[in-house]
């Protein structure tokens, strides 16, 4: 790169149509002299090729409500259920294992409340950090013992394993909420 040239981050642009129906992924190549990149990944990512071509031939051939039983409802639960097979094998678990659900953050709600739902005779606590996602903190308003313990971090955003210790040990824990990384 040299000195002329110019760098463009992008955070969730890419392939969308901007204000004034020009696509954004092709403003940020019209001069050689810029570069872009895309930083976004953990929320979104343009799809492979092999997978946007399913994806395509699912919207055409599985439109329907997989839960009907009409001949369009049929298909789509066939394909439903043919993909739910492929990625429980994929994973190493049973297909009846496996739910899809709408986001990560519908996903992160859902397994949060499950398990500790689950896990409330054992205690009724859940201990989280102080910079947990926000989609935990949320799903925690929605319980019904609201005990929620915060383990302070350093200024690293490290929690301190003795804390953590101490707070799981010193209340009715039922679930441990930790993250490896945000976005």
Known sequence: MNRHQTIRISTGLRGRVGRYGTDVRNAAHESPDVLSGYLDASSSEPLHPAARETLLAALDQGYADPRRLHREGRNARMLLD?????????????????????????????????????????GTSVVSS??????????????????????????????????????????????????????
């Open 82 to 122: 043919n993909a739910r097979s492929v990625i429980a094998e994929s994973l190493g678990v049973r297909p009846d294992e496996l739910s899809f659900t709408s986001s990560g953050t519908d996903a992160v709600h859902r397994g949060l409340l499950g398990l500790h739902r689950g896990r409330s005779p054992h």
């Open 130 to 183: 102080a910079v947990e996602h926000s989609s935990i903190k949320h799903a925690l308003e929605w319980t019904d013992h609201p005990g929620h313990v915060v383990t302070p971090v350093d200024a690293r955003g490290l929690v301190d394993l003795d804390d953590l210790v101490e707070n799981v040990t010193q209340s009715m824990t039922s679930v441990v909420a930790l993250q490896s990384a945000n976005h």
